[in-house]
């Protein structure tokens, strides 16, 4: 074997000395691929298998036989002339049958033991690889976003997939065969010079294809068991990520409601709906899918960095797209499953509402009555409409879906605080829009349809008002009681009094604006309990006595006690 590496390297001195041949080489191309991108010329270097024999078909030598092909270059004289001759104008894995005559071969003095003097040789050739000193690395592009923003550029950090390939198509390596991509620098030779300079000026979701010549790639040495030497390189690579590591986050693609009276700030509670994508668009998350906002503290450290810079400052209602870059987002370690290593975020956030914990009820009196003597407040019976919203809108409930209107006894907890301070101090007639904050609301568990931590927006109308007494109590006198009340009680006059006469006097006190029962429930009742508390030892009729003992119990009460 030793002499036919040899002999190969000496067929131009044979040559030389040989000057009137009558044959020259004989080319079968019994298999050409379809297409050809380039064709073996003088100076270029060769990778290629081949089977040798003589013309009887017994083979004297074999690239296969040795388990590595023949790499040598074209045109110099380092090869025998035949094989300069019959190789040129070869494509990538075309297959030929070169028939060497012997004045191109090893002529009258033969090869050794090997190949005899006079010798006709046949080499059954496949090309593997063509390269020249002069290539240069070759990028073809395969698809290109319509948008393009921003390019691969040296120091850059970058996160791509690829198939690797040797130019005759035999694959040695693809990230997505390890389903993750390949993540490293631009520009800081941590990648084979080809590759660096292939992946310049690419942008995310964009695919080439990169040949890369061996003096670019693994050179003389190859690498490992998979790429062997003077191999050119075949990559078709999709950009998925890039970031550099000065970069901070960008904010684009905004919408920003008018009027914007408030904007967020370190301490304030929001909830925001979003959607979560990789720069190539693939979706990792979205609050959307849960039906739920993501709600938390901003500013405090509770979300990641480049999230909390992109919460601070914005509106209730606003729209707005963040680029994170990884070293503000999960870093070189990512999260879980869902978020690979390096990579760069992108949420398309829609703020719902916030909110601070020191927050107060927000009342806007939107219309107010031009007379305005009698304001509603604690213990008042009230009837009014509302219509409930959240703050992007989304209306809750409406008192004008049922019959009658909100009907409340104020300070009696019968809704939530932030709705009862709203509606006091209102003239009947008067509308006012009350805000509310979940923490004078329905908390952060929220209530039926409305959810936790929400912040509630009402239009309010006072439509009517009676005012009320202090709890406990049913009767309130509006006047000075009288000096003597059980002789006021006793219009007969016959020392008693049953209910019947008590509830006649308390209507006509009532009637007479001398006096007040608790709104909200029937009057009888009110005054049968009235009755009842006077009615000591509960015969069905007061007497004098019954009625002192009952007013030395209340004896420190003001002069609007009850009976």
């Given at each position: ?415 939530i605080d932030g709705l009862d301070q709203g509606l006091r101090g209102m003239c009947v007639g008067e509308k006012r829009v009350v805000i509310v904050p979940p923490h004078l609301g329905h908390g952060e568990k929220g209530a039926g349809i409305v959810p936790g931590s929400a912040v509630l927006h ?106």
């Amino acid at each position: 074997m030793t002499a036919i590496v040899w002999i190969f390297y000496l067929t131009a001195l044979y040559v030389r000395c040989n000057p009137s041949p009558l044959e020259d080489v004989t080319v079968d191309r019994y298999s050409v691929p379809k297409t050809c991108a380039r064709e073996v010329e003088n100076g270029d270097h060769v990778r290629y298998h081949y089977n040798g024999t003589f013309t009887d078909g017994k083979q004297f030598d074999s690239s296969y036989d040795r388990g590595s092909p023949f790499s040598g270059q074209i045109g110099l004289g380092r090869l025998i002339a035949g094989m300069d001759r019959g190789i040129q104008g070869m494509c990538i894995n075309e297959r030929r049958r070169i028939t060497v005559p012997p004045h191109l071969a090893y002529g009258s003095q033969g090869a050794g033991k090997v190949v005899p003097p006079d010798t006709t040789l046949v080499f059954d050739v496949l090309l593997l690889d063509i390269w020249n000193t002069k290539d240069k690395v070759q990028t073809h592009v395969l698809y290109k976003p319509e948008h393009c923003n921003r390019t691969v550029q040296s120091s850059d950090f970058v996160r791509y997939h690829y198939n690797g390939t040797l130019l005759d198509g035999t694959p040695f390596d693809s990230s997505y065969n390890r389903k993750q991509t390949y993540n490293t620098y631009v520009g800081k030779t941590w990648l084979i010079q080809g590759m660096e300079e292939g992946l310049l000026g690419m942008c995310v979701g964009e695919k080439r294809n990169i040949i890369i010549p061996p003096f670019l790639a693994y050179g003389d040495t190859g690498y490992g068991t998979v790429i062997p030497p003077h191999a050119s390189l075949t990559f078709d690579v999709l950009l998925v990520d890039m970031h550099n590591p000065k970069d901070d986050i960008i904010v684009d693609s905004q919408v920003i409601p008018d009027p914007c009276t408030r904007r967020s700030v370190a301490g304030d509670f929001m909830r925001y709906h979003y959607n979560g994508t990789f720069l190539d668009g693939t979706v990792f998350d979205a609050s959307y899918l849960r039906n739920s906002t993501y709600n938390t503290y901003i500013g405090l450290g509770y979300v990641i960095p480049g999230m909390e810079k992109a919460l601070l400052g914005v509106c209730v209602g606003e729209m707005r797209r963040v680029t994170i870059p990884p070293h503000l987002a999960y870093g070189e370690n990512g999260a879980g499953e869902d978020i690979p290593r390096h990579a760069t975020l992108v949420f398309d956030i829609h703020v719902i509402d916030f909110h601070n914990p020191k927050d107060t009820v927000e009342i806007q009196v939107t219309h107010k009555p031009v007379e305005c003597n009698l304001t509603s407040d604690s213990d008042d019976l009230i009837q009014y409409h509302y219509n409930c919203s959240l703050l992007d809108g989304m209306l809750l409930f409406s008192s004008r879906d049922y019959e009658k209107p909100q009907e409340t006894l104020l300070g009696a907890n019968k809704v939530i605080d932030g709705l009862d301070q709203g509606l006091r101090g209102m003239c009947v007639g008067e509308k006012r829009v009350v805000i509310v904050p979940p923490h004078l609301g329905h908390g952060e568990k929220g209530a039926g349809i409305v959810p936790g931590s929400a912040v509630l927006h009402f239009e309010v109308e006072l439509l009517t008002l009676q005012k009320g007494v202090p709890p406990g109590f049913l009767f309130v006198w509006l006047v000075e009681s009288p000096a003597d009340l059980f002789q006021a009680l006793d219009v007969n006059k016959d020392d008693v009094v049953p209910l019947e006469e008590f509830s006649a006097f308390i209507k006509d006190l009532v009637a007479e604006g001398k006096g007040r029962l608790r709104p909200g429930q029937d009057p009888d009742e009110v005054i049968r309990d009235m009755f009842h508390n006077q009615d000591r030892n509960r015969d069905g009729k007061i007497i004098a006595d019954e009625l002192k003992l009952k007013a030395q119990e209340d004896a420190e009460r003001s002069r609007h006690e009850e009976l």
